[in-house]
Each structure stands twice: as C-alpha cells, then as structure tokens.
C-alpha cells in the first residue's frame, strides 16, 4: 500500500533497450496479445471533482496499457485492475478481490504536487508525475504477485514491493528507468515534507521517507552506474551507500529470477519488449 500521492509488471534482467525502431515497435503493438486473466475497470467517481482525471485515464487506456504489460504472466487466477473513488490519497492491492486498485485521489494529488517546472534535485514535473505514477502501479503489482503466487517475503513485504518496482524499471533504457527512479524519488521527499513536524512514524510498515529515497537511488546506481552517476557525484546518494549498490541490486536481481522468473512466458515478454510504454506527452 502506497499512502499519499505516484509500465509496470514483470520484467527480466535479459531485456534490452526500450527504444527500438518504429517498425520493431508497430509490430509490437499488432502482436501483443491480451491476457485473458487480465480484466480492467474504470469505475465512475461520485465526486465530480475527479470526473475528469476518470475520463483522462479512460481516454489513455491506462488499465488497458498496464493489463498487456503484464501480460506475459502465467496467472492462476484473475487479476482485477481499477481506478475508482477511494475517499484516500491511496493505492493498493486488495487480496479479497485480487483487485488491483489505483484511487483518483492519489492520480489528482500527484499531479498537483508536481514542480511545475523542475527540483533542485533536477526532478521535472513529467518525471515527478509519470515516474510517480509507474512506481505505484509496480509497487502495488509487487504486492499482487506476492499474494498470487505465494512468493515468501523475507522481512517487510513493503521493502520487498519497493524493490520489486525499482527492479522492474531498471529493466529499460536507461531513459526510461531515470524516469521511474526520480518519480519515486520525488514522491518520497514530498511525502517526507509533509511530515515535517511530526515524530516519524516508527511504527509503520512502510520505511521512513528518508531511507526509501536512498534505496531506490541505490538500487538505480547499482544497476546502472553511469545513468545515476550524477547523484552520486552532486550527493544525493553518498558514496559509502553507492560503494555496496552493485551487491544490492545482484541480491534483488536473484530474488526476482528465483522467485519470479519461473510465472513469466519468455516469448511473451519479447513482444512487451518491443512495445513504445510511455508517450512525450505523458505527464504533460
């Protein structure tokens, strides 16, 4: 669960680049088969405050674009995607119903949280927004598979979901999983002002804002050390943490091929491979 304000499903360590040529990716979108245990609903808000982020997200086929991203998964069971209403700046997966649920508010609140042009960190507003937005639906997706599959979970399944996104965004171009790594990082510094004043919440099972940010830069720098060697060189991931990156991202790395490899169809994932995910007006 991922309070306050954020393409997407399981992904390999053998894939290449995202970028590919306009052909290999035309071909992609023709032969990408749905899968069938995939079903998405946009569920209309009663607050008319949020009718128009409903429409939006309808008229991107977000759930659509999310369900064939994660297409390639050998699922047992149905897996429920929806936006709706949440009354909460929230997401989550709901075991119940094996639901996979993104609230209006959370989409809203991110949007508008956002620079509006870009952070001392060099954090843009459409990375803040659509990196944001990735995060939460991989992390949450990462909490479903676990359930789904019974994947054990050694320590908090919250850092275990943190790592399975950031795992799954470093898959990319180098482009792509920047893109990612920021918006997660941003969504944390802002949710860690918010709370400035109060005691941190000790108690939680999520980790402190703080430490979130320097795991994910951790992991980014650890998978690809030139793509996120500028944080480590203006500070934003000092270099006693950055030194152990490549061992942590190597741990996360045979997790995910022991845990997670064996529930993915190989010929599908080349074809969600070749696949143009994100647009240059995303976010925008």
């Given at each position: 669960?991922?309070?306050f304000s954020?393409?997407i499903?399981?992904?390999?360590?053998?894939l290449g680049?995202l970028?590919?040529?306009a052909t290999?990716?035309?071909?992609?979108?023709?032969d990408l088969?749905p899968n069938p245990r995939?079903?998405v609903d946009y569920?209309?808000?009663?607050?008319?405050?949020?009718q128009?982020?409903?429409?939006?997200?309808k008229k991107r086929q977000?759930?659509?674009?999310?369900?064939l991203?994660?297409s390639p998964l050998?699922?047992p069971t149905?897996l429920?995607l929806?936006?709706?209403?949440?009354?909460?700046?929230?997401?989550?997966?709901?075991?119940?119903?094996?639901a996979l649920i993104?609230?209006y508010?959370?989409?809203?609140?991110?949007?508008?949280?956002?620079?509006?042009?870009?952070?001392?960190?060099?954090?843009?507003?459409?990375?803040?927004?659509?990196?944001n937005?990735i995060?939460?639906?991989?992390?949450?997706?990462?909490?479903?598979?676990?359930?789904?599959f019974?994947?054990?979970?050694?320590?908090?399944e919250?850092?275990a979901a943190?790592?399975?996104?950031a795992?799954?965004?470093?898959?990319f171009?180098?482009?792509?999983?920047?893109?990612?790594i920021?918006g997660?990082?941003?969504?944390y510094i802002?949710s860690?002002?918010?709370?400035e004043?109060?005691?941190?919440?000790?108690?939680d099972?999520?980790g402190?804002?703080?430490q979130?940010i320097y795991n994910?830069?951790?992991?980014g720098?650890?998978?690809?050390?030139?793509?996120f060697?500028?944080?480590?060189?203006k500070?934003?991931?000092?270099k006693e943490?950055?030194?152990?990156?490549?061992n942590?991202?190597d741990?996360v790395?045979?997790?995910?091929?022991?845990?997670?490899l064996?529930?993915?169809?190989q010929?599908?994932?080349?074809?969600?491979?070749?696949?143009q995910w994100l647009?240059?007006e995303?976010?925008r």
């Open positions: 669960m991922k309070l954020a393409a499903g399981a992904s390999l360590t053998l680049p970028v590919l040529t290999a990716m035309a071909q992609a979108a023709d088969p995939i079903t569920i209309e808000p009663r607050d008319p405050k949020f128009d982020v409903y429409e939006r997200m977000l759930l659509e674009q999310l369900a991203f994660l050998k699922l149905t429920r929806q936006t709706q209403q949440c009354n909460t700046i929230n997401a989550f997966f709901d075991q119940l119903e094996r993104i609230c508010e959370l989409i809203l609140d991110g949007e508008e949280s956002a620079p509006k042009t870009v952070t001392p960190e060099g954090i843009t507003r459409q990375e803040a927004i659509v990196g937005l995060d939460t639906m991989l992390h949450e997706t990462g909490h479903g598979m676990f359930d789904i019974n994947v054990p979970v050694l320590g908090k919250e850092d943190d790592q399975f996104s795992f799954l965004m470093l898959q171009s180098d482009d792509v999983a920047r893109i990612g920021k997660a990082t941003f969504f802002v860690a002002a918010r709370r004043g109060r005691p941190p919440p000790f108690y099972a999520h402190m804002d703080q979130r994910y830069l951790c992991l720098y650890g998978a690809k050390p030139a793509a060697q500028d944080y480590v060189d500070g934003y991931l000092p943490r950055a030194a152990n990156c490549r942590e991202f741990r790395k045979k997790a995910f091929e022991l845990t997670m064996p529930y993915i169809d010929e599908q994932m080349k074809k969600v491979q070749a696949h647009r240059p995303d976010g």
